[in-house]
C-alpha cells in the first residue's frame, strides 16, 4: 500500500466542482499516485484541498464508487478507498475514466498515439508468437470486408478498430486488453473522425495488412514495425489536422 500522503490535491478550474473532484482522483489513481488499498482524504480535507462543498466531494466519490474505482466505508475506521479490481470490470471503469478525462481535454492527441505505439506494437509482437488460426481467420474477414469501395466512411471505421482489437486479442494478455479496449471504445473513434476527411483507405488497408502479414508470418519484429508505421502515418494526419499542440 502506498503512502495517501502523497496525494495532494488543489483547485483546478475545470468547470463544475464535482468533476473537479473526480477529475483529479481519477488522475492521481490512472498515474499510481493511488493505489489500491489507499485511504482518500476525508470529505473534509478533500473539500478544503478542492476548495468546494463537502457535497461536491460526496457526489464525486459517489460517482466514482458507481463506476467501482472507489468503495466507501461507513461508520467509524471507514472512509473511501482505491478499490483492487479484478478483470471483468477493468474495461468499463477505464472507458468511464477516458471519457471524462477526454471531456476535459485531459488526454491529447499526442498521448493516444504514444500509447498506441507502445502498447499496439507490443501486442503484435507478443501476437506474433501467441496468435491461433481463429485470430488469423478473423483478422483475415475484416481485411477483406474493409476492401469493398461501397462501405460507409462509420462502417469501414468500424472495420478498423475491429481489426485492432483482433490484433491485441491475439497477444494473449489481459493486462493489456483492458486499457487497450477502452482506448479503441472511446479515444480512437473520436480521432478517427476529426480526420475522416484526411484519411485514405488503401493506405490504413495496405498498413493493416502489413501488420497481418507479420503476426502469419509468426515474425514479431515486423509485426512491430507494421504498427510503428502504422502510428507514424497516423500522427502525420493528427499534425495536420492541427491535434497536436
Same mark, same amino acid.
Given at each position: 500500500?502506498? /503512502?495517501?500522503?502523497?496525494?495532494?490535491?488543489?483547485?483546478?478550474?475545470?468547470?463544475?466542482?464535482?468533476?473537479?473532484?473526480?477529475?483529479?482522483?481519477?488522475?492521481? *489513481?490512472? %498515474?499510481?499516485?493511488?493505489? $489500491?488499498?489507499?485511504?482518500?482524504? @476525508?470529505?473534509?480535507?478533500?473539500?478544503?484541498?478542492?476548495?468546494? @462543498?463537502?457535497?461536491?466531494?460526496?457526489?464525486?466519490?459517489?460517482?466514482?464508487?458507481?463506476?467501482?474505482? *472507489?468503495?466507501?466505508?461507513?461508520?467509524?475506521?471507514?472512509?473511501?478507498?482505491?478499490?483492487?479490481? /479484478?478483470?471483468?470490470?477493468?474495461?468499463?471503469?477505464?472507458?468511464?475514466?477516458?471519457?471524462?478525462?477526454?471531456?476535459?481535454?485531459?488526454? %491529447?492527441?499526442?498521448? *493516444?498515439?504514444?500509447?498506441?505505439?507502445?502498447?499496439?506494437?507490443?501486442?503484435?509482437?507478443?501476437?506474433?508468437?501467441?496468435?491461433?488460426?481463429? &485470430?488469423?481467420?478473423?483478422?483475415?474477414?475484416?481485411?477483406?470486408?474493409?476492401?469493398?469501395?461501397?462501405?460507409?466512411?462509420? %462502417?469501414?471505421? /468500424?472495420?478498423?478498430?475491429?481489426?485492432?482489437?483482433?490484433?491485441?486479442?491475439?497477444?494473449?494478455?489481459?493486462?493489456?486488453?483492458?486499457?487497450? $479496449?477502452?482506448?479503441?471504445?472511446?479515444?480512437?473513434?473520436?480521432?478517427?473522425?476529426?480526420?475522416?476527411?484526411?484519411?485514405?483507405?488503401?493506405?490504413?488497408?495496405?498498413?493493416?495488412?502489413?501488420?497481418?502479414?507479420? *503476426?502469419?508470418? @509468426? /515474425?514479431?519484429? @515486423?509485426?512491430?514495425?507494421?504498427?510503428?508505421? &502504422?502510428?507514424?502515418?497516423?500522427?502525420?494526419?493528427?499534425?495536420?489536422?492541427?491535434?497536436?499542440?
Amino acid at each position: 500500500m502506498s /503512502d495517501p500522503g502523497n496525494a495532494t490535491f488543489t483547485p483546478t478550474p475545470v468547470g463544475d466542482p464535482v468533476d473537479q473532484v473526480r477529475l483529479q482522483i481519477l488522475d492521481a *489513481i490512472m %498515474s499510481g499516485q493511488l493505489r $489500491a488499498g489507499d485511504r482518500l482524504p @476525508s470529505e473534509l480535507e478533500a473539500a478544503q484541498g478542492f476548495n468546494v @462543498s463537502r457535497a461536491a466531494v460526496r457526489e464525486a466519490l459517489a460517482s466514482l464508487a458507481q463506476i467501482g474505482l *472507489i468503495t466507501t466505508t461507513p461508520g467509524r475506521g471507514g472512509g473511501s478507498f482505491v478499490t483492487e479490481v /479484478d478483470h471483468a470490470p477493468v474495461e468499463r471503469n477505464l472507458t468511464e475514466a477516458m471519457q471524462l478525462l477526454l471531456r476535459f481535454n485531459g488526454i %491529447s492527441a499526442r498521448e *493516444i498515439a504514444d500509447a498506441r505505439r507502445a502498447l499496439e506494437g507490443t501486442c503484435a509482437q507478443l501476437a506474433a508468437d501467441r496468435r491461433d488460426a481463429e &485470430h488469423l481467420v478473423e483478422m483475415s474477414t475484416v481485411l477483406d470486408a474493409a476492401m469493398d469501395d461501397d462501405l460507409t466512411d462509420d %462502417s469501414w471505421l /468500424d472495420l478498423d478498430i475491429r481489426f485492432h482489437r483482433v490484433v491485441v486479442r491475439a497477444a494473449n494478455n489481459r493486462v493489456l486488453l483492458a486499457p487497450l $479496449a477502452a482506448l479503441h471504445r472511446v479515444a480512437q473513434p473520436n480521432l478517427n473522425h476529426a480526420i475522416q476527411p484526411l484519411l485514405e483507405r488503401a493506405q490504413i488497408n495496405a498498413q493493416h495488412r502489413a501488420i497481418y502479414d507479420a *503476426i502469419r508470418a @509468426s /515474425d514479431p519484429v @515486423s509485426a512491430r514495425g507494421a504498427v510503428d508505421a &502504422h502510428v507514424d502515418y497516423l500522427e502525420a494526419l493528427y499534425e495536420q489536422a492541427g491535434l497536436f499542440d
